[in-house]
Nanobody
Framework: QVQVVESGGGLVQPGGSLRLSCAHS????????MNWYRQAPGKEREFVAY????????KYADSVKGRFTITRDFSRNTVHLKMNSLKPKDTAVYYC?????????????????WGQGTLVTVSS
């Protein structure tokens, strides 16, 4: 079955940078659009970034646009989220999400898979 595993979280000072990784396995990586979401303590999960299944389109939440960059490495079946100019408000658990392209969806298989998350703490 499809699985995604996040890594790269940690403690970073305001203004610093961090790169998160999401390893995808269990199915054809190129059949899935990939997303990053985050959830801060006491708040609802929010969308952060999206990259299409072929890597041709990216979308970002307004709160991170210009600071974060999402990429995918087809040779390693991995998606990255490069985070620059980090702010305390970026502190959250970051979750990777894999969403199958409807063209490749199969009956009985989940359309989305979530990772367990990786914690990013931005603090002095």
């Amino acid at each position: 079955q499809v699985q995604v595993v996040e890594s790269g979280g940690g403690l970073v000072q305001p203004g610093g940078s961090l790169r998160l990784s999401c390893a995808h396995s269990g199915d054809v990586f190129a059949n899935y659009a990939m997303n990053w979401y985050r959830q801060a303590p006491g708040k609802e999960r929010e969308f952060v970034a999206y990259i299409s299944s072929n890597g041709g389109s990216m979308k970002y939440a307004d709160s991170v646009k210009g600071r974060f960059t999402i990429t995918r490495d087809f040779s390693r079946n991995t998606v990255h989220l490069k985070m620059n100019s980090l702010k305390p408000k970026d502190t959250a658990v970051y979750y990777c999400n894999a969403q199958v392209d409807p063209i490749f969806a199969r009956p009985g298989c989940p359309d989305e898979v979530w990772g367990q998350g990786t914690l990013v703490t931005v603090s002095s």
